[in-house]
């Protein structure tokens, strides 16, 4: 079978499947990019968050911080406000982090330079830690990605360890991040 077809295929098969994210759908701020990229015959998308604030309770085995072994407290793709957070925080039994997660898109390629030119767009609109990874069956993926994470602990073993007024500033910081990952995306 040749590579366009198999592409056409691999596509098919993608897109006729069920959102498996926790959310099930796919971020408000992104759907319109992610439509457009799934039209394109040469592109479709694989996975997205549009960015998102987060608070997670990790457990209390250091500052190992896994998404599938902690408990997420508090998850937001728009502004946060501390009240939100200080009500999350008493959930927190273990180490509590808070997080800033920019946009992360994963889109297959048809050839290498869809990818490239795809990739060129992704840094010129401020996503400079993106790239480019192709795999041993062909598939070209080009992951659009950023640097501008924020990934701070707030508790351990469940005792706050900064003060509500650092909560609100990390907060202030959280959502200028989230609101310039929103005109990154629009760029």
Known sequence: MDLRAEFRRWKAQRLSKADLSRKGSVDEDVVDLVRLLNAREQFFTTSSCAGRILLLDGGINGFEVQKQNCCWLLVT???????????????????????????????????????????????????????ITVGKKGKTILAVRSTHGLEVPLSHKGKLMVTEEYIDFLLNTANQKLEENKKRIER
């Open 77 to 131: 793709h728009k502004p946060c406000v501390k009240e939100d957070v200080m009500a999350a925080l008493k959930k927190a039994s273990g180490d509590a982090v808070l997080k800033f997660e920019p946009l992360v898109l994963h889109v297959q390629c048809r050839q290498l330079q869809d990818a490239q030119l795809l990739h060129a767009v992704a840094v010129d609109s401020g996503f400079r830690n993106s790239g």
